[in-house]
């Protein structure tokens, strides 16, 4: 047989090993789930009791007024606002407090919270680091 | 070994340094069985061409120097880099049929044949005959091609989308927001998070805190 295609046929024969072994596949006694979380909890009589903070809930603010749809035109050319970093926002929220306090004389290095920066994350429910909140 | 080792082992041998690229994309079932691994066919010597010097692109309209369409003018419909190949539209081409079963003769197309760099020449827009192209800057800086023989600037064809979306012309649908509305700036700078500024919107109390936890 020629070289093409002894090296060809090497292809076409044989399983595709590598791709993931899904509950899609297998005999029917392959029973696995594709990686739910669990809603609730499983109590020791066997019974399953949904826990209402496990269940996820969407919470949407009203849309009133809302424009934006889920495609932009191609019309639309690019846009010039520069990407946000964490200098441009500390210039424009925290920065301005500071420079004026500072120039009046009540700035206190020791009374940051006043600007909205906090001095650690324990207490907070959506903490920044390490972050507990999916986005 | 290391990671990265590994990984850009993997990303390298993707193709044999001695793959020999032909007209179909080399994932398509076509290349693979042309070029399967473990093949080491004669190799292809192929002129080295810088990124900078490279004149002809996809738009173009040129002329075939050498052949058997010699002295037609096409459009370039696809530019192959590693092979210093270009196809043109309907030049060059051989006759096939395609989608043939055992009782229909198929669909007869034109299947055209790649032409090299050298067989290919540019068109001068002003006398439509082809010429060799230099690269040269303009008065404000810009790079241009240029023809050697008049000096007339031949400008780089319009990129079109493949899907035929013509910007100016496209009209909104229902499920696309408008220009003006897309462009407004309606974002305040604010240290809370997107999740807290929702809560402050909606009323949204929560005292409750999470067990601490550890994870390893």
């Given at each position: 047989m020629g070289l093409l295609s002894t090296l060809t046929r090497g292809l076409i024969r044989g399983a595709d090993r590598m791709s993931a072994f899904t509950s899609k596949r297998g005999p029917r006694s392959n029973y696995k789930g594709r990686g739910a979380r669990p809603a609730g909890r499983l109590t020791c009589?066997?019974?399953?009791?949904?826990?209402?903070?496990?269940?996820?809930?969407?919470?949407?603010?009203?849309?009133?007024?809302?424009?934006?749809?889920?495609?932009?035109?191609?019309?639309?050319?690019?846009?010039?606002?520069?990407?946000?970093?964490?200098?441009?926002?500390?210039?424009?929220?925290?920065?301005?407090?500071?420079?004026?306090?500072?120039?009046?004389?009540?700035?206190?290095?020791?009374?940051?919270?006043?600007?909205?920066?906090?001095?650690?994350?324990?207490?907070?429910?959506?903490?920044?680091?390490?972050?507990?909140?999916?986005? | 070994m290391r990671l990265t080792a590994l990984l850009s082992m993997a990303a390298k041998a993707a193709f044999p340094r001695d793959y020999r690229y032909g007209t179909s994309r080399p994932w398509t079932f076509a290349a693979k069985r042309r070029n399967p691994p473990g093949l080491h066919r004669r190799k292809v010597f192929v002129d080295d061409i810088p990124n900078e010097n490279w004149s002809v692109f996809k738009g173009d309209t040129v002329e075939i120097l050498a052949g058997k369409d010699k002295g037609k003018q096409g459009k370039v419909i696809q530019v192959f880099r590693h092979r210093n190949w270009v196809i043109l539209e309907g030049l060059n081409a051989h006759y096939r049929f395609i989608g043939k079963t055992n009782d229909y003769r198929g669909t007869y197309i034109a299947s055209e044949a790649p032409l090299l760099l050298t067989q290919i020449s540019l068109i001068d827009p002003t006398d439509r005959k082809p010429t060799e192209v230099g690269w040269r800057f303009t008065e404000e800086g810009e790079r241009v091609r240029v023809s050697t023989r008049t000096g007339r600037i031949i400008p780089k064809p319009p990129v079109q989308r493949s899907d035929g979306v013509v910007r100016e012309q496209w009209k909104d649908g229902p499920k696309d927001t408008p220009t003006e509305d897309a462009l407004l700036k309606t974002y305040t700078p604010s240290l809370k998070t997107l999740e807290e500024e929702v809560m402050d919107a909606m009323g949204i109390k929560e005292d409750r805190r999470n067990h601490t936890s550890y994870w390893y």
């Open positions: 009589s066997g019974k399953f009791v949904p826990v209402r903070e496990m269940i996820p809930e969407f919470v949407v603010p009203s849309l009133q007024g809302f424009n934006l749809k889920p495609y932009v035109s191609y019309r639309a050319p690019e846009g010039t606002e520069p990407t946000l970093t964490t200098e441009m926002l500390f210039n424009e929220t925290v920065a301005p407090h500071i420079k004026r306090d500072f120039e009046e004389g009540t700035f206190d290095k020791n009374n940051l919270e006043k600007y909205g920066l906090d001095p650690e994350q324990k207490g907070k429910l959506f903490k920044l680091h390490p972050k507990n909140f999916v986005r | -």
